[in-house]
């Protein structure tokens, strides 16, 4: 990424909207210096954005002046973009550029917040054109600084897309299993059921309780293992496992709860349970 910074003009960062102040990877600022940036917060439709004006004050302070929220699926506020970063790229000292009409521009970002997403959203509201990069709904599909993709006509733009850089050392647990939860982190990685724990917690906390109604339960819940063993039961997630008893083996049948995990985190990640906005404590 650094060896391409001389030819670029602007850098998009793209995050996660319901993690607006949390697991954005501090070594972007030192390591791409004084670039006009862009931030962009995607999935919108996924995040409860009532506190969306203190969201913007607090980026503020952290001296991110220009914030746009987006659905790159549905291509919502996506036509903010390129007249943002045109305005930006004017205003700015365009470094080694001389008289270059072409802009390029860099997306950079943590695994799996939708990079990729905004590049084909960006072509099909400015180029009539489908993908151009691969998307995909785990970190890790980007992999290397690719050759650049074409966004728009006037002004000639193009765009570098980038793997997700997660910083070398996350600041806290809680940081860790929001990124987790948004998908930048692969779920093995924390575990499943870890991560639906942390779910319940948030979901009970912010009083979100969609997954109740959901699942069928009879009322809110604050144990994991309680609340797996019914999505199992109502989604027949169940597996034979054998145990040893005095008079041999017995097979008997269990909840899947790693199963019954994964649905509570599809849910959740699609937007089935309600909106969430996970940084509500740092807000």
Known sequence: MQSSL???????EVHDARI???????LFQETLGLKPHLLVLNKMDLADLKEQQKIIHHLEGE????????NCVKDENVKQIIPTVTELIGSSYRYHRGENVEYCIMVIGVPNVGKSS???SLRRQHLRKGKATRVGGEPGVTRAVM???QVCERPLMFLLDTPGV?????QSVETGLKLALCGSVLDHLVGEETLADYLLYTLNRHQLLGYVQHYGLGGACDDITSVLKRVAVRLRKTQRVKVLTGTGDVT??????????????????SGVLGRVMLDRDVL
């Open 6 to 12: 001389k030819l670029v003009d602007c850098i998009i």
């Open 166 to 170: 997660l910083a070398p050392q996350i």
């Open 252 to 269: 008997v049948i269990q909840p899947d709860y790693s199963a019954a995990a994964r649905d509570f985190l599809r849910a959740f990640r």
């Open 118 to 120: 905004l590049i084909n």
């Open 63 to 70: 001296g991110l002046k220009n914030v746009i929220f987006t």
């Open 147 to 149: 050759s650049r993709i």
């Open 20 to 26: 607006p102040l949390s697991g954005r990877n501090p």
